[in-house]
């Protein structure tokens, strides 16, 4: 199982879209004793993942991602990465199928990923005030954990006051 999780701060410029993407590896070898013909790695993305970009120009159709190896020697082997986009938080189950004209089955393999996130809002409960002089502001800060059946560990919330404002407790 594997947990995707942000470790360094996401910056973007102001309307820039901010994607999160993720990155899958597939390995492949041909462990047989002979070559291997119209090797071909078929990947079938579930709902709510979408394809950006990858290794080696595989063929995008759809949620189908499709890598044309054509012939493995003995022994053979290599990797392909492809990044995706969640478009939203859930588990997402991938699979791969590697195929050969001298295979009768085809041999898959799955991986399961969480993805989601801190969500959080901070709130003014104070009215608006025009002299702040000795004025308390009130405000609340809100954090939701948009996987609830994984707990987020190692969470910190900062809040910077702007100039003029000092916390109070």
Known sequence: RQIVTCSTPVTGLLGDPVEPTFVYTISYRNAGDAEATNVEITDVLPSGLLFVTGDGSPTVSGATVTWDLGTLSVGEQGSLSFHVYPTGP????????????????????????????????????????????????????????????????????????????????
């Open 90 to 169: 859930g588990v997402y189950t991938n699979s791969a199928t590697m195929s050969a004209s001298e295979v009768e089955d085809s041999v898959s393999n799955s991986v399961t990923t969480s993805v989601g996130g801190i969500e959080l809002w901070k709130y003014a409960l104070t009215p608006e005030v025009e002299n702040c002089g000795g004025t308390t502001a009130t405000y609340m800060i809100t954090l939701k954990n948009q996987l609830g059946s994984v707990t987020a560990t190692g969470v910190r919330v900062t809040d910077n006051l702007p100039n003029g404002f000092a916390s109070v407790s």
